[in-house]
């Protein structure tokens, strides 16, 4: 920094007057540019900044990708019609889209009042309590398991239980990849209620059910819903798990009227999957166009996840 | 709660006051019931959330008892799956799962953590405030914010890299990857096929294209606990280490990354267990051919990939059989989470220095 004179006599116009450096030979502290540490220096720098701009590469490609190609096929046809036959033209896929939203909300019902009221009896509970110790070591060895794994759960306990596939299964499935996340998340948000406001509630005599309902878990909504979109978008997006347990229809989820929740039913993600090892043009551009619907799902979800996130700081 | 309201005596009859208008009283009968009731409810549920994983470890493993029972040892060392012997062994998926894990972690730490040094400490933030003060603009109103946007931006990019679901990179890797390394991969099997990781031409699927694209998968976990890890090294650290005159790469190779090491490490323990039960760019990528080979382009197959593929089109036979192979998945993925946790302590006592 000492050789940079110029923008400390800038500041400081008394400087030359006193000069401080009177004693000191300027040249010999300067440093050369060529010295191995600084060449060291540069080189590394330049390989970093390379390297992040090479990692980026992908996502710029896979945007690309998805808007030339999926963004080419995109019209109100995609929503409204079944996926084609090989060699068929046209086609859509909302079934598909019905049967990933079906799916995921099934499984979101399943997975928010069982996250949130484990969250409840976390956060409630004492530090030393063994129970909490447990549900949290199984959260985070849940968060690291493989998604394939909680299908093949599902296709044990309910494909092979029920007698066929169906969305009930696949929504199983993505209730065991969601619980972790939104348990966590919800005994974060409860754990950052103000204590004077639980203690508000506990003084004015109300039961901890009460302080529960009326005081806690309103407060924590904001929080709780970015953990639960957060899950939803995670799960919106997987495809191992649905593949032997929803497995994929070529129909609309309704037949005769009503919704029928225990039979084989499609989704975005299979779909892709499915299309993506076929030789036909028309197949492969749905897939792509597919792939943009889903990303457009999942990173709506996301956003909204995190503009919760982001208001609940504000507060 | 309720009862000491009730023996507490004030002199005066405030209290009792109090009660006696309604305003103040203790949780009537049934308030108490609903208390219990709900805690008890909250309770059970976290009961049941402690024993879903085991379960789930205890649902795979009744259902492979059969094929574990007629297979024994040689499902895991022997290399046929062949379903009209009945013969199935699973070595090649082993190796498969491991190898493709093991390759797209080298590649997707080293990008990883490159990326994560990169934000931490701050190139970007600094190159562009540089550019600025060329130009004089570092402290107008509108420009001055500029270095910090662009770091949040780049952050952001980044993540958005995991938001992406893995169907879509198997897809995207089918018809960008592959038709782009293709013609470099045969000419290297062509011109240096002597070397064993060039043996064999690459015709479509294989293994390197599916490490690459799951490598890609594996960079923004990285990336994120590692720059974490970066940015929570005290910066008096750093301060010192400049005070003492050292460049800017040697304070990142001697300070930054040493007293990191134990959350960088632990960011590649975790993109490891994720390698290892990736399922889908695999399935679609690296061309699920029964084969042991370490060449980089030869077809390859992994756990997760056969269980994706052979389980939709499994009898009743086959399932045992695939629930062993899950068996095995499951205690690969918790071996190295354990042993991962266990090198994490020990390797980065040593590494951390006083903070």
Known sequence: MLVDEGSGAHERPSAQALDPFAGIDLQALEKSLLRPRSLFNAAASGLVSLMTCLALVPLFSVIWMLLSHGGKRLSLTLFTELPPAPLEAGGGFGNAILGTLLIVGLATLIALPFGVLTAVFLSQAEHDNRLAQGVRFAAKVLTGFPSILAGVFAYGSVVLLTGGFSAVAGAIALSILMLPTITLTSEDAIRMVPAKMHEAAVGMGATPTQTVWTVLLPTAVPGIATGAMLAIARAAGETAPLLFTALFSNYWLASHGHIDVMRPTASLAVLIYNFAGVPFDNQLELAWAAALVLVLLVLTTNIIGQVLSSRRLEH | ?355
Request: one cysteine or more; glycine letters at 8%; proline letters at 6%.
């Open chain 2, 1 to 355: 709660m309720a009862s000491p309201l009730r023996v507490s005596t004030v002199p005066g009859g405030a209290l009792e006051d109090a009660l006696s208008t309604g305003l103040a009283r203790p949780p009537s009968m049934r308030q108490r019931l609903v208390n219990k009731t709900f805690l008890t409810v909250c309770q059970s549920f976290a009961w049941l959330m402690a024993l879903l994983v085991a379960a789930i470890v205890l649902q795979i493993a009744v259902q492979a008892t059969p094929a574990v029972k007629q297979y024994g040892v040689d499902f895991l060392t022997g290399t046929t799956w062949d379903a009209n012997t009945k013969q199935y062994s699973i070595l090649p998926e082993i190796w498969g799962t491991l190898y493709s894990s093991v390759l797209a972690l080298m590649l997707g730490s080293a990008f990883g953590i490159a990326a994560a040094v990169f934000l931490a400490e701050g190139f970007l933030a600094q190159a562009i405030f540089v550019t600025l003060r060329a130009l004089k603009l570092q402290y107008k109103p509108l420009w001055q914010r500029l270095p910090d946007r662009a770091e949040h931006a780049l952050r952001n990019l980044i993540e958005l890299l995991a938001a992406i679901p893995s169907v879509v990179y198997g897809l995207w890797g089918i018809f960008v990857v592959i038709p782009a390394i293709r013609p470099l991969c045969n000419q290297l099997n062509e011109d240096f096929g002597w070397i064993s990781f060039f043996a064999t031409p690459l015709s479509g699927p294989g293994m390197l294209p599916a490490v690459i694209v799951l490598s890609i998968m594996l960079l923004p976990t990285i990336t994120a606990l590692s720059r974490d890890a970066l940015t929570s090294v005290p910066s008096k650290l750093r301060m010192a280490a400049y005070g003492m005159g050292a460049t800017r790469w040697e304070t990142i190779l001697a300070v930054s990354v040493p007293t990191a090491a134990r959350g960088i490490f632990g960011a590649i323990v975790i993109a490891f267990g994720r390698a290892l039960g990736e399922t889908m760019a695999l399935a679609m990528l690296v061309g699920n051919a029964n084969r042991i080979s370490v060449s980089l382009f030869s077809p390859a197959n992994t756990l997760a990939a056969l269980l994706a593929n052979s389980f939709p089109e499994a009898g009743p036979k086959e399932v045992g059989v695939l629930m062993y192979a899950a068996l095995v998945l499951l205690a690969i993925t918790m071996l190295v989470n354990v042993f991962g946790s266990l090198l994490l302590t020990r390797a980065s006592r040593h590494l951390e220095g006083a903070r």
